[in-house]
């Protein structure tokens, strides 16, 4: 079936440095890829996406890649702050016969340090 | 802004009984959707629902049933709670021609 697999689990950095997450999905169908962040006790926030024709998004400190071929794509956090301390989880379109799902990977806990 | 609320943050039920879910949405969103989130596993679709009175199941719908009669109002149904459906559920939505994704802060139900 559709599956996406995300890559690590677990990931702790000091304060500062960056943080690369990433993931690889099964579809080629696939056209959107969607990253959201969750702090404890909140649902999902969308916090970056990008579609199938483009290669590159970047907001401020976070950046998003996807290649297309290979079917996988990574999420980027520069310089690192307490704050983007959370659990992030990647996307993407499983479309079918009646709408389109998102099918998620399963979540990558960020730790950052001061 | 979009929001997506949820009935409840936090519920605790008895084995058997038949426990609601409710989630509306104030966009307009034709597709809304129930997942449920587990440590480990993410998250998983139950169903979903494309419009009024429409349903899809999704990865794991056994156990649970859904009801759609207004397009705002999206409800999920646990007919006879068990201890393994204790979980968080998130509800989500999107529509007017963005993929975009919405969530509720989701409902924290615990199976007794």
């Known amino acids: 079936g559709e599956n996406v697999e995300q890559h690590p689990s677990t990931l702790s950095v000091q304060e500062g440095d960056s943080a690369v997450i990433k993931c690889t999905y099964s579809d080629s169908a696939s056209n959107y890829f969607p990253w959201y962040k969750q702090e404890l006790g909140k649902g999902p926030q969308l916090i970056i996406d990008?579609?199938?024709?483009?290669g590159e998004k970047k907001d401020q400190r976070i950046a998003v890649t996807l290649n297309k071929t290979a079917k996988h794509f990574s999420l980027h956090i520069t310089e690192t702050q307490p704050e983007d301390s959370a659990v992030y989880f990647c996307?993407?379109?499983?479309?079918?016969?009646?709408?389109?799902?998102?099918?998620f990977g399963k979540g990558t806990t960020l730790s950052v340090s001061s | 802004d979009v929001k997506v609320t949820q009935s409840s943050r936090y519920l605790v039920k008895r084995t058997g009984e038949k426990v609601f879910l409710e989630c509306v949405q104030d966009m307009d969103h034709e597709n809304m959707f129930w997942y449920r989130q587990d440590p480990g596993l993410g998250l998983r679709l139950i169903y979903f629902?494309?419009?009024?009175?429409?349903?899809e199941k999704g990865d794991i719908p056994e156990g649970y049933s859904v009801s759609r009669e207004k397009k705002e109002r999206f409800s999920l149904i646990l007919e006879s709670a068990s201890t393994n459906q204790t979980s968080m559920y998130l509800c989500a939505s999107y529509g007017g021609g963005r993929e975009t994704q919405y969530f509720g802060p989701g409902t924290r139900l615990l199976v007794l």
């Open positions: 629902s494309y419009d009024v009175k429409m349903k």
């Open positions: 996307a993407a379109t499983f479309p079918g016969q009646a709408g389109t799902a998102l099918i």
């Open positions: 990008i579609r199938s024709n483009v």
